[in-house]
């Protein structure tokens, strides 16, 4: 059974950092993308960013450019986020999802975590 469950989130003043992180179970996760998504209060998924399954290639929603970095250890089965630079419009819920094909894009999930909730206030 493939599990995702996220960690880190939490309230943080504005111009503040958090990391995520996404610990894996239930597949061979280094055959696999990973991504995170995101749904602040009262909109859509909102995808973020994504990264290839042996890590090599990454990418990133426009706005989350210069500001957030994703990793991974596949040793550990983990995905993170490191968001940096963080205002009010980065309020939102954050799901760590799995890419739907076995060495295929980040474009296309089919699980995701519980989410993990990030407050960017004063």
């Known amino acids: 059974e493939v599990q995702l469950v996220e960690s880190g989130g939490g309230l943080v003043p504005p111009g503040g950092s958090l990391r995520l992180s996404c610990v894996a179970f239930?597949?061979?996760?280094?055959?696999?993308?990973m991504v995170w998504v995101r749904q602040a209060p009262g909109k859509g998924l909102e995808w973020v960013s994504g990264?290839?399954?042996?890590?090599?290639?990454?990418d990133y929603a426009e706005s989350m450019k210069g500001r957030f970095t994703i990793s991974r250890d596949n040793a550990k089965n983990t995905v993170y986020l490191q968001m940096n630079s963080l205002d009010s419009e980065d309020t939102a819920v954050y799901y760590c999802?799995?890419?739907?094909?076995?060495?295929?894009?980040?474009?296309?999930?089919?699980?995701w975590g519980q989410g993990t909730q990030v407050n960017v206030s004063p």
């Open positions: 239930g597949f061979t996760f280094d055959d696999y993308s």
């Open positions: 999802a799995k890419g739907a094909f076995q060495y295929g894009s980040v474009w296309h999930i089919d699980y």
């Open positions: 990264i290839k399954y042996d890590g090599v290639k990454v």
